[in-house]
């Protein structure tokens, strides 16, 4: 079973629009911890944020927003006036404390593509 | 601070040959992990380093993949009697080591066996 699933495979607004990334997870520890990368057309996966499941105050960054539901088990991630430069691929990540591995599960991705 | 550096970038095999790919993590950062990136999905886990050992190789596919990290600094990635189905970007990640931790990520080893 997919342990993140980013239902949205592409999205296309136009310049200065806002646009919902949507992230839902899946996990059965109670301490987890999840994550957003941005990956430009460069392919270098970018850090943008981290929440640990015992933090569910959304969180802004700029043009950058965050909303954690525990309830719905989501994590989505919304970008403000959007700008070109903000078109990339942007992944959701899920680490759970309970894994000697630590390793990340990732979702598919969303392509976003902002439109000048 | 230097990042996580990947080498070679690209590489280009026939099918059957060996490849070595090759990480330098983040100074000081004991976690190393490998993941496959195939086209139009997200990356995959491979195998996990903490230190030296490799903590969790439960993400390889068969036994023509094998990594090392003989002194808990670089790591290198061997494939074996390589398939064009081994054809993916090969990324590397780094962090201190804890599951809240940031895994912060090379740029990529695209392999292309032909």
């Known amino acids: 079973a997919q342990k993140v699933t980013q239902a949205q495979t592409e999205i296309s607004v136009v310049e200065k629009e806002d646009v919902t990334l949507d992230c839902v997870y899946e996990?059965?520890?109670?301490?987890?911890?999840l994550f957003w990368y941005k990956q430009p057309p460069s392919g270098e996966l970018v850090f943008l944020i981290r929440?640990?499941?015992?933090?569910?105050q959304n969180e802004i960054s700029g043009r950058y927003s965050w909303n954690f539901q525990k309830s719905t088990s989501s994590f989505n991630f919304t970008i403000t006036a959007s700008q070109v430069v903000d078109s990339a691929v942007y992944f959701c990540?899920?680490?759970?404390?309970?894994?000697?591995?630590?390793?990340?599960?990732f979702g598919t991705g969303t392509s976003l593509t902002v439109i000048p | 601070g230097a990042g996580v550096s990947q080498t070679p970038s690209n590489k280009v095999t026939e099918k059957g040959k060996y490849v070595e790919l090759r990480c330098d993590p983040i100074?000081?950062?004991?976690?190393l992990y490998w993941y496959r990136q195939s086209l139009g999905q997200g990356p995959e886990f491979l195998i996990y380093?903490?230190?030296?050992?490799?903590?969790?190789d439960s993400g390889l596919p068969n036994d023509r993949f094998f990594a090392v990290r003989p002194e808990g600094s670089v790591s290198t990635l061997k494939i074996q009697r390589t398939e064009r189905g081994d054809s993916a970007v090969y990324l590397c990640?780094?962090?201190?080591?804890?599951?809240?931790?940031?895994?912060?990520f090379g740029p990529g080893t695209r392999l292309t066996v032909l």
């Open positions: 996990t059965r520890d109670t301490t987890y911890y």
């Open positions: 380093f903490q230190g030296t050992g490799a903590a969790d």
């Open positions: 990540a899920l680490s759970e404390a309970g894994r000697t591995g630590n390793q990340f599960y």
């Open positions: 990640a780094s962090s201190p080591g804890l599951a809240k931790d940031t895994q912060y």
């Open positions: 929440r640990n499941s015992f933090d569910e």
């Open positions: 100074s000081g950062h004991t976690a």
